[in-house]
């Protein structure tokens, strides 16, 4: 391990644009109305301030050696044009403050870059380096106090150190960063330059997922919509029955549950009955006369299912199960495949 404190630097000339950018803001802020509105005046000296935020960026790329990569000449370009061409005050303050902005991070990616490479390349110029043959990491750290600390297990030359903490502290600016490099076979290659954008952007990335992946599991569980190929199934009581066979051939809670079960064995991913979402912990239950999913009563004859999942493979699950017991007490049933998606709702839970 080695770390070195260094003062924190930044240009005479990056200072006077720093004070001239807030003199800037200030008068953004008047032109904008927060001071009072003067008309025409003051737009035009607002769309010079602007212009003024184009001409710190541009030093501000051209201190951090990048102002030739393409992505930074674009963006300048771009937030130039668009400042020249506006023609309202709304305009002109939602460019500074999105385009601008946007604008000086793609400044920082393309600097950050840069910097991971300049520092790769003299990790890779390293004699210890080049004769290296197991896989080894290094990571060097600086962030915006002045740090810089080496994870190289002793293998980083002191001249390689010395050359890697001359090059940070000539950088105009320092923020917390961390370029990773992996060695093997005399070759230094990049791992994960990270920096506190590149860090966020992984959290975004990381929380997106997180998101798609609650609402898969939402949509699975059955607290969310579900909409897939499927089929709808249902079941009439025996409309021959009377007298005393009437209990043997009508459809009964027991059925309803063995009927989802059999689905669900058949892979269907989603049910609904007669609109009503199944869960793991969902109850299909008699009250008195009633059939009740959930403690919400539902329509019989028909018992009605809507289910997700393939269609082929639902029937073909299913048909056993009508064949030995439903088909001997006269219950007749429809399966029907229809042409377009079957949507199951979400999971209600029943009001008091």
């Given at each position: 391990?080695?770390?070195?404190?260094?003062?924190?630097?930044?240009?005479?000339?990056?200072?006077?644009?720093?004070?001239?950018?807030?003199?800037?803001?200030?008068?953004?802020?008047?032109s904008?109305?927060?001071?009072?509105?003067?008309?025409?005046?003051?737009?035009?000296?607002?769309k010079?301030?602007?212009?003024?935020?184009?001409?710190?960026?541009?030093?501000?790329?051209?201190?951090?050696?990048?102002?030739?990569?393409?992505?930074?000449?674009?963006?300048?370009?771009?937030?130039?044009?668009?400042?020249?061409?506006?023609?309202?005050?709304?305009?002109l303050?939602r460019i500074?403050?999105?385009?601008?902005?946007?604008?000086?991070?793609v400044?920082?990616?393309r600097?950050?870059?840069?910097?991971?490479?300049?520092?790769?390349?003299?990790?890779?110029?390293?004699?210890?380096?080049?004769?290296?043959?197991?896989?080894?990491?290094?990571?060097?750290?600086?962030?915006?106090?002045?740090?810089?600390e080496?994870?190289?297990?002793?293998?980083?030359?002191?001249?390689?150190?010395?050359?890697?903490?001359?090059?940070?502290?000539?950088?105009?600016?320092?923020?917390?960063?961390?370029?990773?490099?992996?060695?093997?076979?005399?070759?230094?290659?990049?791992?994960?330059p990270r920096?506190?954008?590149?860090?966020?952007?992984?959290?975004?990335?990381?929380?997106?997922?997180?998101?798609?992946?609650?609402e898969?599991?939402?949509?699975?569980?059955?607290?969310?919509?579900?909409t897939?190929?499927?089929?709808?199934?249902?079941?009439?009581?025996?409309?021959?029955?009377?007298?005393?066979?009437?209990?043997?051939a009508?459809?009964?809670?027991?059925?309803?549950?063995?009927?989802?079960?059999?689905?669900?064995?058949?892979?269907?991913?989603?049910?609904?009955?007669d609109?009503?979402?199944?869960?793991?912990?969902?109850?299909?239950?008699c009250?008195?006369?009633?059939?009740?999913?959930?403690?919400?009563?539902i329509?019989?004859?028909?018992?009605?299912?809507?289910?997700?999942?393939?269609?082929?493979?639902?029937?073909?699950?299913?048909?056993?199960?009508?064949?030995?017991?439903?088909?001997?007490?006269?219950?007749?049933?429809?399966?029907?495949?229809?042409?377009?998606?079957?949507?199951?709702?979400?999971?209600?839970?029943?009001?008091?």
């Amino acid at each position: 391990m080695y770390s070195r404190k260094i003062e924190y630097k930044i240009t005479i000339i990056t200072v006077s644009v720093l004070v001239v950018l807030v003199l800037n803001m200030a008068m953004f802020l008047t032109s904008f109305g927060f001071f009072g509105s003067r008309g025409d005046k003051d737009f035009h000296a607002a769309k010079e301030q602007a212009l003024t935020l184009v001409r710190y960026n541009e030093r501000l790329a051209e201190d951090w050696g990048v102002q030739d990569s393409a992505d930074v000449t674009n963006a300048l370009s771009n937030l130039m044009y668009d400042i020249e061409q506006t023609n309202n005050i709304d305009d002109l303050s939602r460019i500074v403050m999105n385009q601008g902005s946007e604008t000086q991070r793609v400044i920082r990616r393309r600097a950050e870059a840069r910097q991971s490479e300049i520092i790769l390349s003299k990790i890779s110029n390293d004699s210890n380096v080049i004769a290296t043959v197991d896989k080894k990491e290094i990571s060097v750290s600086y962030n915006s106090d002045g740090d810089i600390e080496f994870d190289d297990r002793g293998l980083l030359t002191k001249k390689t150190k010395k050359e890697i903490t001359e090059y940070i502290e000539e950088l105009p600016t320092l923020w917390d960063r961390t370029v990773e490099a992996e060695v093997e076979n005399g070759l230094a290659t990049l791992i994960t330059p990270r920096s506190s954008d590149e860090l966020e952007q992984q959290l975004r990335t990381e929380m997106d997922q997180l998101k798609s992946e609650v609402e898969s599991l939402r949509i699975s569980s059955g607290h969310a919509e579900m909409t897939g190929e499927g089929i709808i199934v249902r079941f009439y009581d025996n409309p021959e029955a009377v007298g005393e066979n009437v209990n043997d051939a009508i459809i009964h809670d027991y059925h309803i549950l063995e009927i989802a079960n059999e689905l669900f064995n058949a892979g269907a991913l989603g049910i609904a009955i007669d609109g009503k979402r199944l869960t793991t912990n969902s109850s299909i239950r008699c009250a008195g006369t009633l059939i009740h999913v959930d403690h919400h009563p539902i329509s019989v004859d028909p018992v009605e299912f809507h289910v997700v999942g393939d269609p082929d493979h639902l029937k073909s699950g299913l048909m056993l199960y009508i064949k030995t017991r439903l088909i001997p007490r006269g219950i007749e049933y429809e399966i029907e495949v229809p042409e377009e998606d079957v949507t199951l709702p979400a999971y209600t839970r029943r009001s008091n």
